[in-house]
């Protein structure tokens, strides 16, 4: 199975909250995990990527934390700022990268 | 150092003319892929080219859709005898390809939004 399953769809937090991402997938050949972020008017652009022998790869307040086992990830953005409202995609990547439906996430003021 | 490139960034024509959109890969960068995204839709998946041959076309949804890369660089992907349900936004991505066949990070263009009246 090649489908990338991306949840929520959208996704509203206060300033100051923990922005959660969640995607999970089927083929145990992927073997990168990228997320990407796009902003209005933009093309996507690379965020944070983990490969499947970490569980957990965090760059500043972005966090990825991945379950081989049950074959799920998620983003995790911590102290979620206003300019962090985007569209955010999952992939999971073999020969090709097959992505997620995307989330976007509105952070109020 | 420049990055993926697209034009043009608007495109708007009326149905049934042809169009064609172009990307510019960043330099070196073998795989590069087209996708559409319609709006507030996720990226859809149209075709993938390794060096100047296309081994992956299955996303192209119909056979007025074609593309065609030369010099293993420059991708032009053609939408002839365009339809309204063909406006969205056209995204171009490149990438190396590592050892073993396995891609590597895809770096997006801006993308060109194509409106068909």
């Known amino acids: 199975q090649q489908q990338v399953k991306q949840s929520p769809q959208s996704l509203i937090v206060q300033k100051g909250g923990i922005s959660i991402i969640n995607c999970a997938y089927e083929?145990?050949?992927?073997?990168?995990f990228p997320w990407y972020q796009q902003f209005p008017g933009k093309g996507p652009a690379l965020l944070i990527a983990i490969r499947p022998d970490v569980s957990e790869k965090k760059e500043g307040r972005f966090t990825i934390s991945f379950n081989k086992s049950a074959k799920q990830f998620s983003l995790h953005i911590m102290d979620s700022q206003p300019g962090d409202s985007a569209t955010y995609f999952c992939?999971?990547?073999?020969?090709?990268?097959?992505f997620g439906t995307g989330t976007r996430l509105k952070v109020l003021a | 150092g420049a990055g993926v490139s697209q034009s043009p960034s608007n495109k708007v024509t009326e149905k049934g003319k042809d169009v064609e959109l172009r990307c510019d890969p960043i330099s070196g960068h073998t795989a590069l892929y087209w996708y559409r995204q319609s709006l507030g839709q996720g990226l859809e998946f149209l075709i993938y080219?390794?060096?100047?041959?296309?081994?992956?076309k299955s996303g192209l949804p119909s056979d007025r859709f074609s593309a065609e890369r030369t010099g293993g660089s420059v991708s032009t992907l053609t939408i002839q005898r365009t339809q309204q349900e063909d406006s969205a936004v056209y995204l171009c991505?490149?990438?190396?390809?590592?050892?073993?066949?396995?891609?590597?990070?895809?770096?997006f263009g801006p993308g060109t939004r194509l409106t068909v009246l």
């Open positions: 992939a999971a990547v073999s020969y090709k990268y097959i």
């Open positions: 991505a490149s990438s190396l390809v590592s050892s073993g066949g396995r891609t590597d990070t895809q770096y």
């Open positions: 080219f390794q060096g100047n041959s296309a081994p992956d």
């Open positions: 083929n145990t050949a992927f073997d990168y």
